[in-house]
């Protein structure tokens, strides 16, 4: 899920079948005021269904799966460009929209210039590509697993170069721009500020220091107090802009955390399951999408 350019649609991709409908592949573009379905079409034929990527700049999607990957317009589907038919598990747009940037294979990462359908293959690692993310202009960052651990990098698709690594211990990852990002832990149920410095919620004190694997661990302070609404799986997490807030999908409902201070700043209670969260900073809009189906678009004036 994730806003369109200008805010006014939300995309939405469904994965599930409804009853004795099929919906895999289908993706409905929903008007924000209303949160009725302004258009939908299917991707299910191409097999261009798996996951979307939405233009930063401007009004068109791309799809991709098994089948390759399609650049359409966000509103009537139709397509621009294509890739020949080979399989993509992530993607994501550059800053100015003028490339996108495709894993395939979980190894093989390609760079599709989206207005005239060039394909160059660029970097090949040996682990499985989890996300990627842009940080700044011509500035990217893959993170990826394998059986002993997970790994980190920054890069650039010029020169390929490995910026920096990090904790093995972490899972997904956010941007709100420049250089503050956030790592999700999927094994010690912990968000991480990195911005050469590490901090870890509820652990005051606790730091990374370089260890002999050469991945790093984390050094928590020999008494610390871990308070309620740091317990259960968090998941989903998404920056609120360039504030350095973080709204976090936790048992305890949704999670307002700032960065800058390892404050929690509300807990805003959900009736049902929070699957994906979505936030547009020109609106100041968060949208989340619960297991139940139903979509929340609510405005955001949390302040510190």
Known sequence: MNFTADGNHLVVESMDSVGQTPSIGMIYLLDVSTLEIATSYSTQDDLLYGGFAVDPMGSRIATFGCGGAVIRDVRSGEPYVATERMGFDHACYSPDGKKLILSRDGNSLFTLDTLTGSLMEGIEHDLLTTSICPVA????????????????????????????????????????????????????????????????????????QASFNSRGEFVYPEEHVEPRWCEGYWSN????????????????????????????????????????????????????????????????????
Not at 140 to 158: E, K, N, S
Not at 296 to 303: G, H, L, N, P
């Open 137 to 208: 202009d011509d500035v990217y960052l893959i993170t990826a697993v394998d059986q002993g651990g997970a790994g980190m990098w920054f890069f650039t698709l010029d020169d390929k170069g490995i910026m920096r690594d990090a904790p093995e211990d972490f899972g997904q990852v956010v941007f709100p721009g420049d250089s503050l990002f956030a790592t999700f832990s999927t094994y010690t149920q912990k968000i991480c500020a990195v911005d050469n410095l590490i901090n870890i919620f509820s652990y005051p004190g606790a730091h990374w």
């Open 237 to 304: 997490p998404v920056f609120l802009g360039e504030s350095g807030i973080l709204a976090v999908k936790s048992p305890h409902g949704l999670l307002f955390l700032d960065l800058n201070s390892n404050q929690l700043l509300d807990i805003q209670e959900e009736q049902s399951l929070r699957m994906m969260l979505a936030y547009h900073d020109g609106n100041k809009l968060l949208a989340s999408v619960g297991s139940d189906g139903k979509c929340i678009v609510r405005q955001i004036s949390i302040t510190r």
